[in-house]
């Protein structure tokens, strides 16, 4: 058996997934997605971590999908296999714990959509980022063009895709696509103060709130008021807000 593609580390509230495949810059092929299916099961399982880092090792994030695999697929082949991916990318964004995406090196193709499944992204100020498939004639399969329109709205995704853009973590930063820019040094502790911050919050609340903010984010604003009511009371009601509650109710005293 080859060595892993995917690794999970955990410290203290956290768990750390790296794509490894450095000799390919983590290229994203078959094998990669189905351990990082097989480790997001794990910490979705596991309640020690409570938020995951998802980073590249070496010098790259993960500069794509893998390129022999995809001149390989035929039409019917190539649906599947993007659907299935999508599945895994979804999978990732539906965690139920926050993910932050630490952009260590350049987060192209794949690797953009892989960040964009996170629920944050630290990018290196070195890192460049973009969905440059066009220039190869194929699209984006990994859910990107739709997460990019999400993030960053219709007119910016169509700009970025249509002209194969690759761009700079600032201007990443700019338009929103980023949420914080740090020397590369500090990408990866950077994510981790992020995700043990989170780590040390309510866990239920948490993760109302993630299906909160997924569930509302495309519902209209009637529909997400609904919901931030129902979700809110369920909150509330939790025997951990109740503690919580009365704790600081007691420092107060």
């Known amino acids: 058996m080859g060595?892993?593609?995917?690794i999970l580390e955990k410290e203290p509230g956290i768990g750390i997934i790296t794509i490894s495949r450095p000799g390919v810059?983590?290229?994203?092929n078959r094998t990669t997605f189905q351990e990082l299916r097989r480790t997001l099961s794990k910490v979705r399982n596991d309640e020690d971590i409570r938020a995951v880092v998802v980073t590249g090792a070496g010098q790259a994030f993960v500069a794509g999908a893998d390129v022999e695999e995809l001149g390989g697929l035929e039409s019917i082949t190539g649906w599947l296999e993007s659907r299935l991916h999508q599945s895994i990318l979804d999978?990732?964004?539906?965690?139920?714990?926050?993910?932050?995406?630490?952009i260590n090196g350049p987060a192209l193709g794949g690797g953009l959509e892989l960040a964009m499944a996170c629920t944050m992204r630290v990018a290196s100020e070195k890192a460049k980022v973009g969905l440059p498939e066009l220039g190869l004639g194929i699209l984006p399969g990994f859910g990107g063009t739709q997460?990019?329109?999400?993030?960053?709205?219709?007119?910016?995704a169509a700009e970025l895709v249509l002209t194969a853009a690759i761009i700079s973590a600032e201007e990443a930063h700019k338009i929103g696509l980023v949420n914080y820019v740090v020397?590369?040094?500090?990408?990866l502790p950077t994510a981790k103060r992020i995700a043990q911050t989170i780590a040390g919050l309510s866990p239920i609340a948490v993760r109302l709130e993630l299906e909160l903010l997924l569930h509302g984010r495309d519902a209209a604003i009637d529909?997400?008021?609904?919901?931030?009511s129902?979700?809110?009371?369920?909150a509330v009601s939790s025997k951990e807000?109740?503690?919580l509650l009365r704790k600081f109710l007691d420092r107060k005293k």
């Open 3 to 6: 060595a892993r593609t995917v």
């Open 25 to 28: 810059r983590n290229a994203l």
């Open 91 to 102: 999978d990732l964004e539906r965690l139920g714990k926050p993910s932050i995406a630490a």
């Open 147 to 156: 997460r990019l329109m999400r993030t960053v709205g219709y007119a910016k």
């Open 183 to 187: 020397p590369r040094d500090e990408v």
């Open 223 to 228: 529909e997400g008021l609904a919901l931030e």
């Open 230 to 234: 129902a979700v809110a009371c369920l």
């Open 241 to 243: 807000a109740k503690e």
